[in-house]
């Protein structure tokens, strides 16, 4: 049975840091490109991250760069998202997912493009 799960959400100040994780059951996660999206309440699911399958690029939305860092550990099947230097507008769930496809940059914020999703971990991020 094909399965994501993600884990490491959770309540932080601003400022702080979390590292969520997609672990994957079913299937070898090295085969996919991993993203990382976001839905905040009463807003569209949003592209966080993503880590292609190919030769390892990263993409990342411009709300988070130079504060999430994606990365993979293939002998774990799992994908993680370090987040630091938390702000409250990073409250959201978090959902990982899983494209059997080529992913570009043009292409991997594209929820279309994904075959299989987590059931999500929430961050709040307050004070």
């Known amino acids: 049975q094909v399965q994501l799960v993600e884990s490491g959400g959770g309540l932080v100040q601003p400022g702080g840091s979390l590292r969520l994780s997609c672990a994957a059951s079913?299937?070898?996660?090295?085969?996919?490109?991993i993203g990382w999206f976001r839905q905040a309440p009463g807003k569209e699911r949003e592209g966080v991250s993503c880590?292609?399958?190919?030769?390892?690029?990263?993409y990342y939305a411009d709300s988070v760069k130079g504060r999430f860092t994606i990365s993979r550990d293939n002998a774990k099947n799992t994908v993680y998202l370090q987040m630091n230097n938390l702000k409250p507008e990073d409250t959201a769930v978090y959902f990982c997912?899983?494209?059997?496809?080529?992913?570009?940059?043009?292409?991997?914020?594209?929820?279309?493009?994904?075959?299989?999703w987590g059931q999500g971990t929430q961050v709040t991020v307050s004070s």
């Open positions: 079913g299937f070898r996660l090295e085969y996919y490109a």
């Open positions: 997912a899983a494209d059997r496809g080529l992913t570009t940059k043009w292409t991997w914020g594209i929820r279309g493009a994904y075959d299989y």
């Open positions: 880590i292609s399958s190919t030769d390892g690029s990263t």
